[in-house]
């Protein structure tokens, strides 16, 4: 299983970036996908879930009405677009999936992991 994880990068405040997160080894469609994001000597935090059909999405409030969270199953790929990017923003982002259909905020509850792609947004 690999997830791979792009398109992150430097933006200023207020602009946005979209990332990928592109699933080889699994049928991404039959599972729950995350992002997660951590800042430099930070601890791991939620961004947003998306459930296997994409019909049930929930976003931690400090991303709530900026980030929106997509998959298509199709392409076995999910997507996290984020606009108004403030520099609070700035960490590395990882896509995640549980093998169980679990819905958690807990890093502790995902067993696949992507390897990361940096956002860095300057004020």
């Known amino acids: 299983v690999q997830l791979q994880a792009s398109g992150g990068g430097l933006v200023q405040a207020g602009g946005s970036l979209r990332l990928s997160c592109a699933a080889s080894?699994?049928?991404?469609?039959?599972?729950?996908m995350a992002w997660f994001r951590q800042a430099p000597e930070k601890e791991r935090e939620f961004v947003a879930v998306?459930?296997?059909?994409?019909?049930?999405?929930y976003y931690a409030d400090s991303v709530k009405g900026r980030f929106t969270i997509s998959r298509d199953n199709a392409k076995n790929t999910a997507y996290l677009q984020m606009n108004t990017l403030k520099p609070e923003d700035t960490a590395v982002y990882y896509c995640?999936?549980?093998?169980?259909?679990?819905?958690?905020?807990?890093?502790?509850?995902?067993?696949?992991w992507g390897q990361g792609t940096q956002v860095t947004v300057s004020s």
């Open positions: 998306i459930s296997r059909s994409g019909g049930s999405i």
């Open positions: 080894g699994l049928t991404l469609s039959r599972y729950r």
């Open positions: 995640a999936v549980p093998r169980s259909d679990v819905f958690s905020q807990s890093p502790r509850s995902y067993d696949y």
